[in-house]
């Protein structure tokens, strides 16, 4: 066959592929020899031998053998310094099981370091972070993978990063063999931008699947970056099928995510995707806690009065990071001061605080808590579905940004997908109608009001 009949098969390929798999993986295959239904080709490393035979053989072969040569087998052979050694030889109809086999040193991997502070014994477990905590619990024990990937979201500041973190130290206690990466989203795509303009992506693709468990925090950041998420994509794929663990933070959930490809979604949700719910009061007060112990080791000799640390769990309601924050303001500035630390010596230097911590609930929260309570999805709030299961979450929705915002009826109407003040207030006339009858509505009204309010 010659060169150009190859150059032409090629060409069909990056049809069938896409030019991105084809520029990584069918343009640098060289093929060396076709003899006796052999398809011998050249390749880089004994990984990419692997990849192509495993992902693209079946293509290759077809493509062959359409173009009127006969070919059943392809082979794959490194070449090194003009030295070439078989890697890979299967007959395409059977895919190759062989996962990457070559195992880098730990210190190779690429991963975010780890902080020292955030283990489980450090992280306070309440009503609203206790599955997200079971869930990681149990990941870190490291034993049969029962659920991939795990993915953990919340807002700001909730744990996520303390909880992957846990994960990684207790894996690392419990099982040292384990080749464990932790990155953020961010890093993951630097790594991968990097590779690219390198031309290492072999050695990417190949140290990114020789983990045993992969952490990603942070994955809303790849969203609408199309490169690295497709990137993404098959790293994820390629260690799911290894059954590998993965964990996966986030700000909101795989369904939530703009700018997410849809396939990335569906498969970011096949796991566990569990939540942690914004802290309540007593998760605060014990958080506060655990950390002004710490302090009071720390700061030897410094006094705090009774009722500052609830005061504080009371009013700064916005997340754990200001929370932890304004402890160590407050203490730093006691025994500068060299006072005991009282409530007025907390109004006092924490007042800024104090003041952004003042709750004020969003129409966009309203909607995104109702649509988490029922169960239905956001763009159904301001969608046209008149189903009764979309239409009376909406409707309460409706009643609590009337009730819990200062936003006007018009102003609620345009949030709700541009719908008129008289369908908001139709909306909003039937809740207090309904509330009154059914005491199940009633009850959600409350539950949806305190947390919006927590
Ligand atoms: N339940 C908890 N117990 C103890 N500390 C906590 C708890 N939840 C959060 N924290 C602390 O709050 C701070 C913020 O947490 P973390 O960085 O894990 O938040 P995050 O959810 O990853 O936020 P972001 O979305 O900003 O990345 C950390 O110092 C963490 O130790």
Known sequence: MTNETWGEIREQLQKR???????????????????????????????F???????????????????????????????????????????????????PKSRLPDEELPGAPLDSR?????????????????????????????????????????????????IAHELQTRQPHLRVLY???????????????????????????????????DVQF?????????????????????????????DRAPGEIKDLEERIKSRLQCGLVVDLHPTDYELRLGILQQKAEFYR?????????????EFLAHRITTNVRVLEGALTRLFAFASLVGREITLDLAQDCLADILRASDRKVTIEEIQRKVAEHYNIRLSDMIGPKRLRTIARPRQVAMYLSKQLTPRSLPEIGRRFGGRDHTTIMHGVRRIEELMATDSQLADDLQLLKRLLQA
Request: zero cysteines.
């Open 222 to 250: 790849i969203a609408g970056k199309d490169s690295t998420q497709e990137e993404f994509f098959h790293t994820f794929n390629a260690l799911v099928d290894q059954n590998k663990q993965i964990v996966i933070s986030a």
């Open 183 to 217: 990155l953020s989203a961010e890093q993951f795509m630097y790594r991968f931008v990097q590779a690219l303009r390198e031309r290492q992506i072999m050695d990417f693709k190949e140290l990114f699947r020789s983990v045993d468990v992969l952490m990603v925090d």
């Open 297 to 309: 080791e720390q700061y030897k000799g410094l006094k705090i009065a009774d009722g500052v640390l």
């Open 17 to 47: 592929v896409g030019k991105n798999n084809y520029t990584t993986w069918i343009e640098p295959l060289k093929l060396s020899q076709l003899k006796n239904g052999v398809a011998r080709f050249e390749v880089p490393t004994s990984f």
């Open 118 to 166: 955030f283990t489980f014994d450090s992280f306070v477990v309440g009503k609203p972070n206790e599955l997200a905590h079971a869930a990681a619990r149990r990941v870190s024990e490291g034993g049969p993978v029962s659920f991939n990937p795990l993915f953990l979201y919340g807002g700001v500041g909730l744990g996520k990063t303390h909880l992957m973190h846990a």
């Open 49 to 99: 031998g692997d990849w192509v035979l495993r992902n693209y053989g079946d293509h290759i072969r077809n493509h062959l053998n359409a173009a009127g040569q006969t070919v059943d087998r392809l082979e794959f052979a490194v070449t090194t310094g003009g030295t070439v050694a078989p890697v890979a030889a299967a007959k395409p109809v059977a895919r190759a099981k062989a996962a």
